[in-house]
């Protein structure tokens, strides 16, 4: 099973798109163990949504859907939904 997964980092108002085969260490990465990239200075991350899927494929497909535009605008009107209006 793959999954694709949105990260929210509340404190810095900051969104990131991934996909793995293992969300439990690659979230355990994001928050801890990574020492560089991109997510490693918008600490602490939370999950905001996940979706399964069969093949790597299908997650990688979905993970530049969100990537676009249109994802972009769903995960910020998620975001706006379950934590209020925000600045963003």
Do not use: C
């Not at 991350?45 to 996940?50: E, G, N, Q």
Request: net charge positive.
């Amino acid at each position: 099973m793959f999954t694709t997964y949105v990260l929210y980092s509340q404190k810095h108002k900051k969104i990131y798109i991934g996909y793995t085969s293992d969300l439990g260490n690659r979230i355990l990465s994001h928050n801890e163990l990574g020492t560089n990239g991109y997510t490693l200075n918008f600490r602490p991350w939370s999950i905001l949504f996940t979706e399964e899927y069969k093949t790597k494929t299908e997650a990688i497909i979905r993970e530049k859907q969100l990537k676009g535009g249109k994802g972009r605008a769903y995960i910020w009107d998620i975001i706006k939904v379950k934590f209020g209006s925000l600045d963003v």
